[in-house]
């Protein structure tokens, strides 16, 4: 889950996906890349209680398993914390394989699980592209329909473009607008205008804006527990079908 720009709801995408595909009998595991540790808050460890977390797996290479926490949503994760910043700078020098850090060490549990999301913070740099190596299955890029966040996902499939060589998957499963106000004329008329200059592109329905979301991260719950009958959680319910399905169609633009 990425994209170049912030507040694109990558760490909403990432919880909401991840309990929507265990709702569906999925075992799912979330890796929490972002220093900031967002995605770890919210599934309920505060951020230092952990001894470990996925910064030790990338700089000092412990095991993956030894790092992984139940969460009370049904999914495992993999936790976040402030030493992450640090990651990149305290890499081996001249480590050759530092881009697949990651992928290595997913390889010895990668039978536990059917998904594994990575949260990717809005860089570009050494957490974001292990992420992007590890993803076997591909990128899934939520945004948001205005100017600066089409610029951010421009730029990321320009990367993904770079990097193809060195992970043959490396493309895009789903492309998500999100944050989407139906009363805002711009935001329906660049899905629209996406829609016939990018063709190629999965684009997915749309999720739209609305207060349950801020209201369920307040409660410290994802959108299908907080409103399960809401907007919301159906879009996300879609979106897991979708992927489980392995076709991510074209849905039409909400009309105001």
């Given amino acids: 889950m990425t994209n170049q720009k912030g507040g694109v709801a990558k760490t909403t995408t990432v919880h909401n996906l991840g309990v929507a595909l265990q709702r569906e009998g999925q075992r799912v595991l979330v890796v929490d890349l972002d220093p900031q540790a967002n995605l770890t808050s919210r599934l309920g460890l505060s951020v230092g209680e952990h001894r470990r977390s996925v910064y030790e797996v990338l700089v000092n290479h412990d095991p993956i398993r030894d790092v992984i926490h139940e969460t009370a949503d049904g999914i495992d994760l993999v936790p976040s914390d402030e030493l992450l910043m640090r990651a990149e700078g305290q890499m081996e020098a001249g480590?050759?394989?530092w881009v697949r850090q990651l992928h290595r060490a997913l390889d010895p549990i990668r039978g536990r699980y059917d998904f594994c999301l990575f949260d990717t913070p809005p860089v570009r740099g050494f957490l974001t592209v292990n992420a992007l190596i590890a993803a076997t299955s591909g990128v899934i890029i939520p945004f948001i329909p205005e100017l600066d966040s089409l610029i951010g996902m421009q730029l990321l499939l320009g990367r993904m473009d770079e990097l193809r060589g060195a992970n043959p998957n490396l493309e895009p499963i789903a492309?998500?607008?999100?944050?989407?106000d139906r009363n805002w004329r711009n935001h329906l008329e660049t899905i629209e205008q996406i829609k016939a200059r990018m063709?190629?592109?999965?684009?997915?329905?749309?999720?739209m804006r609305h207060a349950d979301f801020p209201k369920a991260r307040a409660a410290g719950m994802s959108i299908l527990d907080y409103a399960p009958n809401g907007a919301g959680a159906r879009a996300y319910r879609h979106l897991a079908a979708a992927i489980l399905a392995a076709e991510i169609p074209a849905t039409p633009v909400p009309t105001r």
């Fill in 95 to 97: 480590h050759i394989g």
């Fill in 175 to 180: 492309v998500i607008p999100v944050l989407v």
């Fill in 199 to 207: 063709p190629h592109l999965p684009l997915t329905e749309p999720i």
